[in-house]
């Protein structure tokens, strides 16, 4: 079974709007990682954050990550028609290099 | 340089035939990675290699799927008897070493049919 669940399982905004989207784990782990995938086939990864860290920049993105709460979210600022995309958080486990991914969040950035 | 390379892109076959799904990943990447993926579903872990042994195939559904990577680098999935429900993308990734800090690259997937 998957470990990371995705909030919501779909968003719909307009450009230039702020995506926020929310995944929340099971076990301790080892980091998270976002990924983004388009038109159902092969993902690109995103942003690694890992377990000692609450907080990673890249570009438009920002990601936190609550060790604590088992939660992570994936802030896409100023978003763009072409971040259309689906997005999925994945976690590898303490110890193991098993990479579970989540069901993902839909987005849809209206032009 | 390439990417992960996939082939074929699209596999249409009969119940009960056998499949190979083959993988090239990056030049010089040690672990490699098996997933599939259903429509509307994130990927779900099968197999992962470093280098040529299987070093967790807690993924596999069952003994009707198998992976190789004899040399290290190419791999093959295998799947025997195929059934409906096998029908989906099956994704491939390498990177560098094994390892949870590690990037994977993906390939663009294998859509797997079975009539």
């Known amino acids: 079974s998957q470990q990371g669940e995705e909030d919501p399982q779909a968003l719909s905004i307009q450009e230039g709007e702020n995506a926020t989207m929310n995944c929340s784990y099971k076990?301790?782990?080892?980091?998270l990682q976002w990924y983004r995938q388009n038109s159902g086939r092969g993902l690109v990864h995103l942003i690694l954050?890992?377990?000692?860290?609450r907080e990673k920049h890249s570009g438009r993105l920002r990601v936190t990550l609550d060790t604590s709460k088992k939660s992570s979210s994936l802030l896409i600022t100023a978003s763009r028609a072409a971040d259309t995309a689906s997005y999925f958080c994945?976690?590898?486990?303490?110890?193991?290099?098993?990479?579970?991914f989540g069901a993902g969040t839909r987005l849809f950035v209206k032009a | 340089g390439a990417g992960v390379s996939q082939t074929p892109s699209n596999k249409v076959t009969e119940k009960g035939k056998y499949v190979e799904l083959r993988c090239d990943p990056i030049?010089?990447?040690?672990?490699l990675y098996w997933y599939r993926q259903s429509l509307g579903q994130g990927p779900e872990f099968l197999i992962y290699?470093?280098?040529?042994?299987?070093?967790?195939d807690s993924g596999l559904p069952n003994d009707r799927f198998f992976a190789v990577r004899p040399e290290g680098s190419v791999s093959t999935l295998k799947i025997q008897r195929t059934e409906r429900g096998d029908s989906a993308v099956y994704l491939c990734?390498?990177?560098?070493?094994?390892?949870?800090?590690?990037?994977?690259?993906f390939g663009p997937g294998t859509r797997l049919t079975v009539l």
């Open positions: 954050i890992r377990s000692n860290e």
């Open positions: 030049s010089g990447h040690t672990a």
């Open positions: 994945a976690t590898a486990n303490t110890g193991g290099f098993k990479t579970i």
């Open positions: 990734a390498s990177s560098l070493t094994a390892g949870g800090g590690n990037t994977q690259y």
């Open positions: 290699f470093q280098g040529t042994g299987a070093a967790d």
């Open positions: 076990t301790s782990i080892n980091n």
